[in-house]
């Protein structure tokens, strides 16, 4: 089965910072990658599918981007109200396996 | 407004049986695959598996096949995720995640509690 690693595990920015997480695949999955944010207590939210779709109501300050096995989430300007654990994930096929998840918090 | 429903939460003993339920609404409930999530305390998100309510086709993680069952009543727009015999270490979130090609619906999920 196909492993997902996300680096760092946790980090932490200033409001206004760039953001950057970091999702590989240990084989190719095409453009079938989505993101997740969980913010502290609460529901997992879908934030972006193949790779770079925003859902819908989900800020512009977040993109997605990346191909094949490497992906990357950008948060182009830190808000407070980021602060969230954030999951990358393979969707083309079961299993829909989870990245391990990247703690982000505010400096 | 489309939404996923589950059940409450739970508080049981080892070896005890449970079934949590997922009941889906303002939407096709027979045509969208339904899946589960796990989420231990402090811990990650983990796909257990998922089943299309049409035809109850299912398939699971190779994490979770033999140790949960995943049903689905498509009369009542209901799916359920059940266990046989609890172990303390069942104790986390559940959620239940409708499929439209990526999971975009979260249920609110059901705390399970398994303790002695």
């Known amino acids: 089965d196909i492993q997902m690693t996300q680096s760092p595990s946790s980090l932490s920015a200033s409001v206004g910072d760039r953001v950057t997480i970091t999702c590989r695949a240990s084989?190719?999955?095409?453009?079938?990658l989505a993101w997740y944010q969980q913010k502290p207590g609460k529901v997992p939210k879908l934030l972006i599918f193949a790779v770079s779709a925003l859902q819908s109501g989900v800020p512009s300050r977040f993109s997605g981007s990346g191909s094949g096995t490497d992906f990357t989430l950008t948060i182009s300007s830190l808000q407070p109200e980021d602060v969230a654990t954030y999951y990358c994930?393979?969707?083309?096929?079961?299993?829909?396996?989870f990245g391990p998840g990247t703690k982000v918090d505010i400096k | 407004e489309v939404q996923l429903v589950q059940s409450g939460g739970e508080v049981k003993k080892p070896g005890e049986s449970l079934k949590i339920s997922c009941k889906g609404s303002?939407?096709?409930?027979?045509?969208?695959?339904l899946g589960w999530v796990r989420q231990m305390p402090g811990k990650g998100l983990e796909w257990m598996g998922i089943?299309?309510?049409?035809?109850?086709?299912?398939t699971y993680s190779p994490s979770f096949q033999g140790q949960v069952t995943i049903s689905a009543d498509k009369s009542i727009s209901t799916a359920y995720l059940q266990w046989s015999s609890l172990k303390a270490s069942d104790t986390a979130m559940y959620y239940c995640v409708r499929r439209d090609g990526v999971f975009d619906i979260w249920g609110q999920g059901t705390m399970v509690t398994v303790s002695s």
């Open positions: 089943i299309y309510p049409g035809d109850s086709d299912t």
């Open positions: 994930q393979k969707h083309n096929s079961a299993p829909f396996t």
């Open positions: 303002g939407y096709s409930f027979t045509s969208y695959w």
């Open positions: 084989q190719g999955i095409s453009n079938y």
